[in-house]
T-cell receptor, first 111, second 111 residues
């Protein structure tokens, strides 16, 4: 148990669906992250929120839309995804950009 | 540029030592990390080293950093079957919230 909880653990969605991934951290951290993990590729940083403001958007397509309503919660809204978006999506949090604590991830399959 | 590289696979016999290597390109890294990912789980921080240190030991884990060669290694002494997992090297860069990850090394421990 790392103090970072992601839901759902698994998600299957069609290309026309809209769904959201949720992340919650109970560590009092001030930064939260979304990463994408695909097979045999480096972990890709998607978004960084620091003090609830987005500070990084790593050229992520607009079909991924993050939301950070407060320092403990982070969402990733998904719509009109492609099959190549199927991956493990990991949320993480950290305090002042020191070591990151990761959630267990959401395994997303786009059909 | 920012690039972190690892070999994809390592196989060792139970009781032997494992050495997982990582090279990185960015010289402005502040911390370097080793994460472990077990099947179906998120990334778990194993250990980290500050960039002005050469070595850190933590029970069975030894981290060696050669900053001149931009080479990081993780040695696991007396490797056990429970150590079978994917090990990710990561670096954090000065003045950013970013963590740059390698592709991960899959460690397989056989009896």
């Amino acid at each position: 148990e790392t103090g970072v909880t992601q839901t759902p653990r698994h998600l299957v969605m069609g290309m026309t669906n809209k769904k959201s991934l949720k992340c919650e951290q109970h560590l009092g951290h001030n930064a939260m992250y979304w990463y994408k993990q695909s097979a045999k590729k480096p972990l890709e940083l998607m978004f960084v929120y620091s003090l609830e403001e987005r500070v990084e958007n790593n050229s992520v397509p607009s079909r991924f839309s993050p939301e950070c309503p407060n320092s403990s919660h982070l969402f990733l809204h998904l719509h009109t995804l492609q099959p190549e978006d199927s991956a493990l999506y990991l949320c993480a949090s950290s305090q002042d950009a020191t070591e990151a604590f990761f959630g267990q991830g959401t395994r997303l399959t786009v059909v | 540029g920012e690039d972190v590289e690892q070999s994809l696979f390592l196989s060792v016999r139970e009781g032997d030592s494992s050495v997982i290597n990582c090279t990185y390109t960015d010289s402005s890294s502040t911390y370097l990390y080793w994460y472990k990912q077990e099947p179906g789980a998120g990334l778990q921080l194993l250990t980290y080293i500050f960039s002005n240190m050469d070595m850190k030991q933590d029970q069975r884990l030894t981290v060696l950093l050669n900053k001149k060669d931009k080479h990081l290694s993780l040695r696991i002494a007396d490797t056990q079957t429970g150590d079978s997992a994917i090990y990710f090297c990561a670096e954090s860069l000065e003045n950013t919230d970013k963590l740059i990850f390698g592709t991960g090394t899959r460690l397989q421990v056989f009896p």
